[in-house]
């Protein structure tokens, strides 16, 4: 389906535990970043919750790169 269409994918969050085999699709079909969560550790859903509302509240700032966000939204 990836394949198939007809977009650039600049960056995808998964949201679900041991997350590697799809974020290895995804970087295959293209993505440039790819976050997940390492299939080694349990993240509760509160931690979840506020790394994503930081990440995407810097993802939208003027000058914001998905490298900067993802270290703002882990400290």
Known sequence: MIKNADVTLNFV?????HS???AKIFLNAGAEHVIGIDRREAVLDGAALTFTNIF???VWENGSNICKCFEWAKQ
């Open 56 to 58: 995407y509240s810097k």
């Open 13 to 17: 969050i998964l949201g679900a535990c």
């Open 20 to 22: 590697e085999t799809a």
